[in-house]
C-alpha cells in the first residue's frame, strides 16, 4: 500500500500537472502624447490566435512569418481591427491610424494612432478583438495619460470601458 502511494506522489502526480492550458490574453497599450497631440496604441496578440481568427473570418491562408505569409496581410490586419476594436476619446467617436505591425517571437505588436486630440478626459475602448473566435479571451487594457494610469480587463461580456482621468 505504502507503495502505491510513493508511486502516485512520484509519477502520477507530475504527469498530470503537465497538461496544456491555453491562455487567451492581449494587451492594449494607450498612451496620450501630449507633445504630438495623438493617442499611440500598442496591441499584442498572440501570432498563432490572430492568425487563426483571420484565416476562418477571409477564408485566407496567411502563414505568417514563413515564405508564403500573404504580401497583402496588412490589408486584413487594418479590416480586422477596423471591426473589433473602436475608441471614443471625450465621448466623441474618433478613428485611428494603423502605422503597421511587428513581429516578435510568438506576438504580433499593432500600431495605431488618433490624432489631433488636444486633452484627454476620457477613452472608452470597444475591444473585441479574438473574441469570436476564442470566447474565453480576455482583452487587458493599460492606459497613460499625463501621469495617471488606468486599466481594465475586457471580457466577451464585458468588452466595453470608459477609463477617466
Given at each position: 500500500?505504502k507503495n502505491?502511494?510513493?508511486?502516485?506522489?512520484?509519477?502520477?502526480i507530475?504527469?498530470?500537472?503537465?497538461?496544456?492550458h491555453?491562455?487567451?490574453?492581449?494587451?492594449?497599450q494607450?498612451?496620450y502624447?501630449s507633445?504630438t497631440?495623438?493617442?499611440q496604441?500598442?496591441?499584442?496578440?498572440?501570432?498563432?490566435d490572430?492568425e487563426?481568427?483571420?484565416n476562418?473570418?477571409?477564408?485566407?491562408?496567411l502563414?505568417?512569418?514563413?515564405?508564403?505569409?500573404?504580401?497583402?496581410?496588412d490589408?486584413?490586419?487594418?479590416?480586422?481591427?477596423?471591426?473589433?476594436?473602436?475608441?471614443?476619446?471625450?465621448?466623441?467617436?474618433?478613428?485611428?491610424?494603423?502605422i503597421g505591425?511587428?513581429?516578435?517571437?510568438?506576438?504580433?505588436?499593432?500600431?495605431?494612432?488618433?490624432?489631433?486630440?488636444?486633452?484627454?478626459?476620457?477613452?472608452?475602448?470597444?475591444n473585441q478583438?479574438?473574441?469570436?473566435?476564442?470566447p474565453?479571451?480576455?482583452?487587458?487594457?493599460?492606459?497613460?495619460?499625463?501621469?495617471?494610469h488606468?486599466?481594465?480587463?475586457?471580457?466577451k461580456?464585458?468588452?466595453?470601458?470608459?477609463?477617466?482621468?
Open positions: 500500500m502505491k502511494k510513493i508511486f502516485l506522489l512520484l509519477f502520477i507530475p504527469i498530470l500537472s503537465f497538461t496544456t491555453k491562455y487567451y490574453l492581449s494587451l492594449t494607450i498612451n502624447k507633445e497631440k495623438s493617442i496604441i500598442i496591441i499584442n496578440v498572440f501570432m498563432d490572430i487563426t481568427a483571420l476562418k473570418k477571409y477564408n485566407i491562408d502563414q505568417l512569418t514563413s515564405d508564403n505569409e500573404l504580401k497583402n496581410n490589408v486584413y490586419f487594418e479590416k480586422y481591427l477596423n471591426s473589433k476594436l473602436h475608441f471614443k476619446v471625450n465621448n466623441i467617436s474618433k478613428k485611428y491610424t494603423y505591425k511587428e513581429y516578435d517571437g510568438d506576438l504580433v505588436f499593432f500600431y495605431l494612432e488618433i490624432e489631433d486630440i488636444k486633452e484627454v478626459k476620457n477613452i472608452e475602448i470597444s478583438i479574438l473574441m469570436d473566435q476564442f474565453q479571451q480576455e482583452n487587458l487594457v493599460k492606459s497613460k495619460v499625463g501621469k495617471k488606468k486599466s481594465v480587463l475586457l471580457t461580456k464585458e468588452f466595453s470601458s470608459t477609463l477617466t482621468y
